[in-house]
């Protein structure tokens, strides 16, 4: 399977940034729910914060680094 070329995204890398999202929301909201005592905690503000936070900010990273990687998988190149 071909991979994206340098400074380009593909659709896939769009699925692979929505999985690895909600992958690491689901873990950061377990944590949450063991760090509180309460599933109940989950549903507040201060508690759902962090967890937007950490799926967005893995978003951008996942698509910033498929977009600064070639096709080689090689950073910062051009093909």
Do not use: C
Request: glycine share 4%.
């Amino acid at each position: 399977m071909k991979k994206s070329e340098f400074f380009n995204l593909d659709f896939k890398d769009l699925l692979k940034g929505a999985l690895l999202v909600a992958v690491t929301t689901i873990i950061t909201a377990v944590l949450q729910v063991i760090d509180n005592g309460s599933i109940m905690t989950l549903i507040e503000w201060i508690t759902i914060k962090p967890i937007l936070i950490v799926g967005l900010t893995t978003f951008i990273s996942y698509l910033l680094k498929n977009l600064l990687t070639n096709s080689n998988d090689e950073h910062f190149r051009k093909e």
